[in-house]
């Protein structure tokens, strides 16, 4: 089992929709957690970190983490064409910080 | 402007011949990483460093070799490449205040003939 696994894509949505991604992790002493978006032939960019359970909003992305089912989500409300993209979930353990997880990413199509 | 920067860019060469990729950021930041991306693989962290001096494996390290001699300089050493080697290269950097809050620097491209 992949340390950090993200649901399997393309996800494709029409303009204007909610866009769901989902990220589960294996190992329980994961404590932070973090969404990047990678547009193509770019570098990732951080959207969104989150550090405790519950949900944390931000313009139009809402992130959610669930520590005792071991799942972090990213919620894209409003998708706009420019949300296009593969989306990153990254997780670190607070006992060895510099060492980040990453699942392989689930690509994003926002259709006009 | 803050950023990590990592030259070069692009780089053709052929096996065994030692490269070094260069990563600079200006932030002063502790925590500087390489990552490699290959498609299907997602990032994958060869090695990471969080201070001067202190350098550690991440999952995918061999054949690849780091050094923190300074803050702000974080070098990937690639001894004797290998064809396996050509990948998307990426560098970052973070805060220890925030370390998973990571910059990244643009990225090179390493083909290995």
């Known amino acids: 089992q992949k340390e950090v696994e993200q649901n399997s894509g393309p996800l494709s949505v029409p303009e204007g929709a909610i866009a769901s991604l989902n990220c589960t992790y294996s190992?329980?002493?994961?404590?932070?957690f973090f969404w990047y978006r990678q547009y193509s032939g770019k570098s990732p960019e951080l959207i969104m970190s989150?550090?405790?359970?519950g949900d944390k909003e931000d313009g139009r992305f809402t992130a959610q983490l669930n520590k005792a089912s071991q799942y972090v989500s990213l919620l894209i409300r409003d998708s706009q064409p420019s949300d296009s993209a593969t989306y990153l979930c990254?997780?670190?353990?607070?006992?060895?910080?510099?060492?980040?997880?990453f699942g392989d990413g689930t690509t994003l199509t926002v259709k006009p | 402007e803050a950023q990590v920067t990592q030259n070069p860019r692009y780089l053709i060469t052929v096996t065994g011949k030692k490269l070094t990729v260069t990563c600079s950021q200006n932030?002063?930041?502790?925590?500087m990483s390489w990552y490699r991306q290959d498609p299907g693989l997602g990032l994958r962290q060869i090695y990471y460093?969080?201070?001067?001096?202190?350098?550690d494996k991440g999952d995918v390290p061999e054949g690849y070799k780091v050094s923190r001699k300074e803050k702000r300089n974080f070098p990937l050493i690639l001894e004797s490449p290998s064809p396996n080697q050509t990948s998307l290269y990426f560098c970052?950097?973070?805060?220890?205040?925030?370390?998973?809050?990571?910059?990244f620097g643009p990225g090179t491209r390493l083909t290995v003939t």
């Open positions: 970052a950097s973070s805060s220890p205040a925030a370390p998973g809050e990571q910059y």
């Open positions: 190992d329980r002493v994961s404590q932070s």
């Open positions: 989150i550090y405790s359970n």
């Open positions: 990254a997780v670190i353990i607070h006992t060895n910080a510099g060492k980040s997880t």
């Open positions: 932030m002063n930041h502790e925590y």
């Open positions: 460093s969080m201070n001067v001096e202190v350098t």
